[in-house]
């Protein structure tokens, strides 16, 4: 029993040999694909149309505090299994967000995390860099942009006006934004750029400039002490607390030395954490690889073989 997240597009963009859900598929395991909130295959609500501001208005802790603990109940609910978790990126801070909180360690067999995400602080991507140091989510709020639609006018005009700063290379926008790939080849950046990135919230966008600026994984801070003690009970956002995450519960952590998004810095930090919190080579397994970047570990033609197979030999071992 697998679940991957939380964009499904992401999961299916390679051949069915390269594309880890086919991959866990073709070895037995009942794959379960979900998709963010705001992506394309995920834009209806009960009550709320996608283009009104009240639609938009959540962070990536209602991810944690919501989405991810719900579609476990999901797949719980519909198969009478424990799943495990897969998740890359984005995908990787909500479940180490959820885990910590005590969201949803008890309802799954184990975590994949591919590029894992929790710090920021050490991020080298030139364009990641100047959208949070330049208060790119703050500036597109005030805009009145609720929705950050890559793909909108009001967006791309703001990009392509931070395209124009030193250092920064638009023209090779893959490489700027997620560091020298190791094995992604030309057809699949091609077959990527038609579907990535997906919308997002720009609260969400804000919340991750924040984690960059603060050097701290804290819940949304809203800046007002009046609005953060509403919704906390206390002034400062609270700090999510990776050396909560239950020491029993097993973790697989691949990262690569090229990743400007999770860079190697970031996620010994993490690792850090995890290891001052208990956590060991009993249950936990890291994986490094000097050579990858954030994009290899999904969409690399050579992830099947440096990743994939020692993904199915850990999910197979706790399963």
């Given at each position: 029993?697998?679940?991957?997240?939380?964009?499904?597009?992401?999961?299916?963009?390679?051949?069915?040999?390269?594309?880890?859900?086919y991959v866990l598929a073709d070895r037995g395991f009942d794959v379960w694909v979900a998709n963010n909130r705001?992506?394309?295959?995920?834009?209806?609500?009960?009550?709320?149309?996608?283009?009104?501001?009240?639609?938009?208005?959540?962070?990536?802790?209602?991810?944690?505090?919501?989405?991810?603990?719900?579609?476990?109940?999901?797949?719980?609910?519909?198969?009478?299994?424990?799943?495990?978790?897969?998740?890359?990126?984005?995908?990787?801070?909500v479940a180490l967000a959820a885990l910590s909180e005590g969201k949803v360690s008890e309802k799954l067999k184990s975590a994949t995390l591919l590029s894992p995400v929790a710090y920021l602080s050490h991020m080298t991507t030139p364009l990641g860099i100047l959208l949070a140091n330049t208060f790119a989510g703050e500036l597109i709020s005030d805009l009145g942009v609720a929705e950050?639609?890559?793909?909108?006018?009001?967006?791309?005009?703001?990009?392509?006006?931070?395209?124009?700063?030193?250092?920064?290379?638009?023209?090779?926008?893959?490489?700027d934004f997620t560091g020298e790939n190791y094995c992604l080849n030309s057809s699949a950046i091609d077959v990527v750029l038609q579907y990535e990135p997906q919308p997002t919230s720009t609260k969400t966008l804000v919340h991750f400039a924040q984690t960059f600026r603060a050097g701290v994984l804290t819940k949304y801070d809203y800046v007002s002490p009046e609005v953060n003690v509403e919704n906390y009970g206390q002034e400062e956002p609270p700090a999510y607390n990776m050396s909560r995450i239950p020491v029993g519960f097993p973790l697989f952590?691949?990262?690569?030395?090229?990743?400007?998004?999770?860079?190697?810095?970031?996620?010994?930090?993490?690792?850090?954490?995890l290891r001052r919190g208990g956590h060991s080579d009993a249950t936990m397994t890291v994986q490094y690889l000097d050579k990858f970047a954030h994009l290899d570990f999904i969409f690399g033609v050579c992830a099947k073989d440096y990743v994939y197979k020692d993904v199915v030999s850990f999910l197979n071992r706790f399963n």
């Open positions: 029993m697998d679940y991957i997240g939380p964009d499904g597009m992401t999961w299916l963009l390679g051949s069915p040999e390269e594309s880890l859900a705001g992506t394309r295959w995920s834009r209806r609500h009960t009550s709320l149309d996608a283009t009104s501001w009240r639609y938009w208005d959540w962070s990536w802790d209602d991810l944690v505090v919501n989405d991810m603990p719900d579609v476990v109940d999901y797949v719980r609910t519909r198969t009478a299994h424990k799943p495990h978790y897969v998740g890359h990126s984005m995908g990787t801070l950050f639609n890559p793909t909108s006018p009001e967006v791309t005009n703001i990009v392509s006006g931070l395209c124009h700063n030193p250092g920064i290379n638009c023209y090779d926008f893959i490489r952590l691949s990262y690569g030395g090229q990743d400007d998004l999770a860079d190697p810095a970031d996620v010994d930090l993490l690792l850090a954490d």
